[in-house]
């Protein structure tokens, strides 16, 4: 049974925090407002499609926008988009007739995506204003750029500043719509805010600096996979960008801890031509018109006029949660070669104060043109992601939809289609992911982080493993949360912990359902790794540069390459077991998502499920792959706490077997492989 606690305290604290933000930082009525701000009342078919109206409707209006230029994504019409998302659900569910038939992008396009001819109609419409316009084989999304004057012809609509969560940022001023009907079914980064965050935390305990390689490949048993043979080799791990890194930090990560490091390779997103070995069931007439999308630019020592995610000509700083995640993935799967995706659009200038100094955005704020490229690909065998927004949050922004469809879901389905595991940060707020819009701090309500808690991914959270200097365990393991850290800035909004919760958006899948007696909405975490900053792994930045640092990090934003870079692990075995790599298609060793197979190996234990003769059937027991996590939870104090402070919406607890702040435990490595493929490791 899973661990739900609600706080009388926090529950109370939740109904007056949104009291006090009733009536503050929403639009002026409608009645008020300059002609220009009215809503839209033409035919309905021209603007029937969702583009951030919800997220617009808490933010405070500023005045008249001018900016450079902009892109965006569009969502066409998908031929069968709920098809596509059981999909990815049957193709990872072992007691499925289609159980590891996995497809290639061009084969969910055929199958799932839009119409050739709507993928075509839209694309042409756009271009025909000018404006720059690419797309993917898998037909789901074209990334749309131009200038101001082009959004406002193509929309019919003017832009103005907008302010929530202290982001300004460009949004329509009245409800954007075509010139004629189109088949769109939503438009994101029209309402130009970043909605998500990244969850790197930068501990401030200057007397520990870290864990190296050598002491997480021990105490979590990456080193006892390696010393079998599985070390990664010829698996690809995806890092999905959140903003620039520097090409030396990972090799001088590697001397400095006398580590052995995979290689990383920067991968731009670029729409993807059709050609012979796509089968020329490419984008078609849309790659003629040219997209803004291009290779990033090289990063600068830390410096001021620009962002790593909003370069300048002159400043580029690497960010900090890039270098975690490759870092980490990378020496931790030293055999395996790490995909760095990172979007570059030189057509996106709109969050800039001075446009002039704009180069174009990059990273976390385009961060659906790198996953579009990674399912376009079909390389990565295993994704990390580690940033998130709470859920009613990305619903208000468009991305995704409140019964569980949009951009969002359809990426990730996409991805565990192709047989591709992604693993996706729970989270450092705690229960509480969600923003106040008026402060940007986390409201003191219980709302998980999406994209963690997607069916289609594994959901990472965080715990405190102490460790001595081979990586021997000191004590408990126990969940990462205000009672066991040190870290982080002293903030409520990056001093809380382990993400989790239960979804208020998606049911719980048949795994987890079937898995975890009482469980009916999706509960996250999955599983969980270390991310405690006072028990975190060590971070190297800016290696080629004056003030080159090294120091404490932590965060989920490091438990989930920890995870991705594990998996790595068990699809080397995989590959290497005739038994095991049989999945159809260029992949045989992929397995998909994960999940139907950690909670198959939970449920013998706690539920006494079995898959059958014909499903899967674990190689190990439960207790012997997973370290239960039993002492903790995610409640956190208020901002400024005092001796008499009580936490606020902190739902769960950490105690025997499944639990919303570490999943199903924490894996070990050698025995995860046993588990998955039966391969036997020390």
Same mark, same amino acid.
């Given at each position: ?5 609600i706080?009388?305290p926090?529950v109370?604290?939740?109904v007056?925090?949104l ?5 503050k ?11 220009a701000? @009215? ?12 583009w ?16 450079? +230029? ?6 066409v019409?998908?031929r ?14 072992p007691a ?11 084969e969910?396009g ?16 756009f271009?025909a ?6 797309g ?6 074209l990334v ?10 193509a ?9 929530r969560?202290?982001q300004?940022?460009?949004a329509?001023v009245?409800a ?25 935390i930068?501990? +401030?305990?200057t ?7 050598a002491? $997480?490949?021990? !105490? ?9 043979g ?6 690809? /791990? !995806?890092?999905?960008g959140?903003?620039? $890194?520097?090409?030396?930090?990972v090799p ?12 990383v ?15 020329n ?8 018109h040219?997209?803004?999308?291009a290779?990033?630019p ?8 620009g962002?790593s995610?909003?370069? +300048?000509?002159?400043c ?12 980490q993935?990378?020496s931790?799967?030293?055999?395996a ?11 996106d ?7 002039s100094?704009?180069v !174009?955005?990059?990273?976390?704020? /385009? ?6 490229q990674a ?13 998130? &927004? ?10 995704l939809?409140?019964?569980g469809t949009g $951009? *969002? ?12 595991a992604?693993?996706?940060s ?13 402060? *940007?701090? %986390? ?5 998980v ?6 069916p289609s991914v594994? =959901?990472? =959270?965080?715990v405190?493993a ?6 021997k ?9 205000? @009672?066991?850290? &040190?870290?982080?800035?002293?903030s ?6 382990s993400?989790?919760?239960?979804? =208020? ?8 359902a079937k898995?975890?007696p009482?469980?009916?909405?999706r ?6 790794l ?10 190297l ?8 640092? $090294?120091?404490p990090?932590?965060?989920? +934003?490091?438990?989930? %390459? ?6 790595a692990l ?5 590959k ?8 159809? *298609? ?11 197979l ?5 449920? @013998? ?5 079995t ?22 939870n995610?409640?956190a104090? %208020? %901002?400024n ?9 902190g739902c ?12 199903? !435990? ?9 588990g998955?493929? =039966?391969?036997?490791?020390p």
């Amino acid at each position: 049974m899973s661990k739900m606690r609600i706080l009388m305290p926090a529950v109370a604290a939740a109904v007056l925090v949104l009291a006090a933000c009733g009536g503050k930082g929403g639009l002026p009525a409608a009645s008020t407002l300059p002609a220009a701000l @009215q809503p839209y009342t033409g035919p309905q078919a021209l603007a029937d499609f969702t583009w951030g109206q919800a997220y617009l409707a808490e933010s405070q209006y500023l005045g008249p926008a001018t900016f450079g +230029s902009l892109s965006v994504n569009v969502l066409v019409r998908m031929r069968d988009e709920r098809g596509l998302l059981a999909y990815a659900q049957a193709a990872s569910d072992p007691a499925s007739p289609v159980y590891r038939h996995f497809l290639t992008p061009q084969e969910i396009g055929a199958r799932f995506g839009a119409s050739q001819s709507d993928y075509n109609a839209v694309a042409n419409y756009f271009a025909a204003h000018g404006m720059g316009v690419g797309g993917w084989p898998q037909r789901e999304a074209l990334v749309v750029s131009g200038t101001q004057a082009q959004f406002e012809a193509a929309f019919g609509t003017k832009f103005g500043f907008y302010r929530r969560a202290g982001q300004t940022f460009v949004a329509p001023v009245q409800a954007p719509h075509f010139s004629q009907p189109l088949p769109v079914t939503s438009v994101t980064h029209l309402v130009a805010a970043t909605i998500a965050r990244s969850y790197l935390i930068r501990a +401030s305990n200057t007397s520990f600096a870290g864990y190296s390689p050598a002491q $997480i490949a021990n !105490g979590f048993d990456y080193s006892g996979a390696w010393s079998a043979g599985f070390d990664g080799t010829g698996i690809d /791990i !995806g890092i999905i960008g959140t903003g620039p $890194i520097s090409s030396a930090d990972v090799p001088e990560y590697g001397k400095l801890f006398k580590a052995r490091e995979a290689t990383v390779t920067l991968v731009p997103a670029s729409p993807q031509p059709a050609s012979t070995p796509n089968g020329n069931t490419g984008t078609g007439s849309v790659d003629p018109h040219p997209n803004g999308l291009a290779t990033p630019p090289p990063v600068t020592d830390t410096c001021s006029g620009g962002t790593s995610e909003a370069p +300048s000509a002159t400043c580029n700083p690497e960010d900090g949660e890039a270098q975690l995640d490759t870092e980490q993935a990378a020496s931790l799967a030293p055999g395996a070669s790490v995909l760095f995706y990172l979007a570059f659009n030189t057509l996106d200038c709109s969050y800039i104060g001075a446009p002039s100094t704009c180069v !174009g955005a990059q990273g976390l704020a /385009i961060a659906d043109d790198e996953i579009q490229q990674a399912i376009a690909d079909d390389t990565a065998d295993a994704i990390s992601l580690s940033y998130g &927004g709470g859920e009613s949050n990305t619903i208000g922004g468009g991305y995704l939809n409140s019964n569980g469809t949009g $951009i *969002g879901p359809t990426e990730f389905a996409s991805l565990a289609a192709e047989g591709i595991a992604v693993f996706v940060s729970s989270g450092d707020t705690g229960a509480e992911s969600c923003q106040d819009p008026n402060t *940007g701090a %986390p409201l003191a309500q219980p709302c998980v982080s999406y994209p963690a808690s997607d069916p289609s991914v594994v =959901g990472v =959270g965080g715990v405190n493993a102490p460790m001595d200097n081979t990586g021997k365990l000191l004590g408990d393991i126990t969940a990462w949360a205000d @009672q066991t850290t &040190g870290g982080g800035d002293g903030s409520f909004a990056n001093n809380v912990g382990s993400g989790g919760g239960v979804s =208020g958006v998606f049911t719980a899948p048949a795994w987890q359902a079937k898995n975890v007696p009482g469980v009916t909405m999706r509960e996250v975490p999955d599983l969980a790794l270390m991310a405690d900053p006072a028990t975190g792994p060590a971070l190297l930045m800016n290696a080629n540069f004056k003030d080159a640092g $090294i120091g404490p990090s932590g965060g989920t +934003s490091a438990a989930a %390459p920890e995870a991705a870079a594990m998996w790595a692990l068990v699809l080397d075995a995989c590959k290497a077991s005739p038994s095991c790599a049989t999945a159809s *298609g260029p992949h045989p060793y992929r397995l998909g998502n994960p999940d139907p197979l950690i909670y198959a190996i939970y449920g @013998q234990a706690y539920a006494g499920t079995t898959g059958g003769p014909s499903a899967f059937t674990p190689g190990l027991p439960y207790a012997q792959v997973f370290y239960d996590v039993l002492y903790g939870n995610n409640a956190a104090l %208020p %901002p400024n706490p005092t001796p008499s402070s009580t936490p606020i919406a902190g739902c769960c607890l950490a105690g025997p077997g499944y639990d919303e702040v570490t999943g199903l !435990g924490v894996p070990f490595a050698g025995h995860l492989i046993q588990g998955i493929t =039966g391969t036997k490791a020390p």
